[in-house]
């Protein structure tokens, strides 16, 4: 299935044309009873994968892990976890999937391992050759910690060992210590990773915060007090980055395979200097910015939705990216809460979920869709903090309640957290909504009962079977692949309307975000009547005079020939 490999390998760029489809495996589905997701879950749900047209799974980690951050505190590089049905199961699924024509892309997170790697084990202990795998440091003179940098899930970014008698450095979470990049052996240890995988026929990595890899030379102290995350203008980017990424990538060039960069505060200017240019030292970067449209930076200071900020970011990546790299487009994964809670609406959740779905699938680039985004799943909302179980949420929780009420704090967590993303997938309204035959490792959302799998694949105007035809669409059409991107009326606080144009073909997409009826005046240069109607959400109100009353959240493509 993988697109072949050696010196003389040509790229193909499949995943230009392809739409990947990312598994979160703990909540996906659980074949052997256990409470937790597992391979042999996916395995029995490729054909579903495959009726979908997906092209590839993303996994997020399955590797060995004790799961401090589910799976990105990473045991063994090189083996598959026991809970998920181990390599065995794995090579089923690979097997599997590639006989759907499904390529499988892994989750690569080399910033950090767990504690419990035998590669930290041995580095506080000493031994070599992994004594310098890490980044270990002695107190300051004064006794106080090597830098002021925080940790972005549990206090400062340094924790002190017993054993090794010297702070290490962790961006996350206590059990995830960051490897040594410097050195020499960890980047020979990544591209036998790399390889490990490629030869066994994976189809490309997705890179976890990999725009931290490169710390600064002597650790500066952050200048300036930031409440969350100091540090991050010191370690994000940093001075070797792309030489390290250019080492990678000579392992990477030996096969037909996609890297899909994660870079926190990613700018298009910046996602140019690793996707652009001749010899791209990664295929595409996740733009984070389009998670943006209800919030600051990150999603836990939950905001009103602001249309306009997203349509500028948008139009802004579509426009920076255009003939000079490749646009990643995703409105959901598992980082994230749920996105019809935050852009669409809950009470219509269909109609604002086939608009999203539309908004974003029909800009150019490579669309990614979250598990139970097809079927519409929404926010989970516990009725106490301490129900949550998300490593990060807990931190953030810990610094809002230092000046917010808790009643706020269980609020914010509720519409922000990222364990509404990771809740079991419905597949039925049965017992624990098909996912599991025994109570699952986490909460199901209550909506199973009506928004499931099965319920959806029942109804022709389901969300579900909406997400199917529009992929088939898009896969279909060069417009969609090819074409111009130019947006309409970016100034309206109700409708974000584009058009898409390749030889003489047009795509104009008119989606209302709003909840409420709304008047819709065709922008000059398009005449709805000469066009086909070839998605909607809605029975339609009359177009008079190119202009007509839309319903909430409505949508309407025409196509122009
Ligand atoms: C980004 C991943 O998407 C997130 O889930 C994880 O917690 C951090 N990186 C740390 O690996």
Request: glycine residues 6%.
């Amino acid at each position: 299935m993988s697109g072949g490999k050696g010196k003389d390998m040509e790229k193909t760029f499949w995943y230009k044309d392809a739409v990947i489809y990312q598994i979160w495996p703990r909540s996906f589905k659980d074949a052997d009873g256990d409470g937790v997701g597992d391979l042999m879950g996916v395995y029995e749900k490729l054909d579903y994968l495959k009726s979908l047209h997906v092209d590839a799974i993303w996994f997020s980690p399955l590797y060995p892990s004790p799961n401090a951050d589910f799976g990105y505190d990473v045991a063994d590089y090189m083996d598959i976890s026991a809970e998920y049905g181990g390599m065995a199961a794995f090579k089923k699924v690979l097997d599997g999937a590639h006989e759907r024509g499904i390529r499988v892309i892994m989750d690569l997170v080399v910033n950090h391992t767990s504690d419990e790697h035998p590669w930290f084990q041995a580095s506080r202990r000493g031994e070599e050759p992994y004594k310098d795998y890490y980044i270990w440091r002695k107190p300051k003179k004064d006794g106080t910690l090597p830098n002021n940098w925080d940790s972005m899930f549990e206090g400062k970014a340094w924790q002190y060992d017993e054993v090794r008698k010297a702070y290490y450095l962790h961006i996350f979470a206590i059990k995830q210590p960051d490897l040594n990049m410097d050195n020499p052996r960890v980047r020979a240890e990544v591209k036998k990773i790399l390889r490990f995988w490629l030869d066994m026929g994976v189809d490309g990595f997705r890179e976890d915060v990999i725009t931290y890899i490169s710390k600064p030379k002597g650790l500066p102290d952050a200048p300036f007090y930031m409440p969350m995350a100091r540090g991050i203008f010191q370690y994000n980017n940093g001075p070797h980055l792309h030489e390290y990424l250019n080492e990678f990538r000579t392992v990477l060039d030996d096969y037909d395979c996609v890297t899909i960069g994660e870079a926190p505060l990613i700018t298009t200017k910046r996602a140019l200097d690793f996707i652009g240019g001749k010899h791209p030292e990664l295929d595409m970067m996740i733009p984070f910015q389009c998670m943006e449209g209800d919030c600051f930076l990150q999603d836990y200071s939950h905001h009103p939705f602001c249309l306009v900020k997203l349509k500028t970011i948008w139009q802004h990546w579509q426009k920076a990216l255009r003939g000079k790299g490749w646009n990643l487009l995703y409105i959901e994964n598992h980082d994230h809460p749920r996105v019809i809670s935050r852009y669409g609406s809950e009470r219509y959740r269909t109609e604002s979920g086939k608009m999203l779905a539309a908004c974003y699938m029909l800009q150019q680039g490579t669309p990614f869709i979250y598990q139970g985004q097809e079927i519409g799943m929404t926010n989970l909302r516990l009725p106490r903090l301490d129900m949550y179980v998300d490593v990060m949420l807990k931190n953030n929780c810990r610094i809002a309640s230092k000046i917010l009420p808790q009643s706020l704090v269980l609020k914010l967590a509720q519409n922000s957290c990222r364990d509404s993303a990771r809740t079991p997938m419905q597949w039925t309204g049965g017992p624990w909504a098909g996912f599991s035959e025994t109570r699952p490792w986490f909460y199901v959302n209550e909506n199973y009962h009506s928004v499931n799998v099965e319920a959806e694949e029942a109804d022709p105007d389901s969300l579900l079977n909406f997400y199917r035809e529009l992929i088939a669409f898009r896969k279909s059409e060069p417009v969609i692949l090819r074409g111009s991107y130019t947006e309409l009326l970016p100034q309206s606080p109700n409708f974000y309307v584009y058009c898409r144009e390749y030889e003489s073909r047009k795509i104009l997409v008119i989606a209302s975000l709003v909840a409420k009826e709304t008047y819709f005046t065709c922008p000059e240069g398009f005449n709805l009547a000469d066009g086909e109607l070839i998605f909607k959400n809605h029975d339609l109100n009359v177009c008079v005079n190119n202009a007509f009353t839309a319903r909430p959240y409505e949508l309407r493509v025409y196509l122009f020939e």
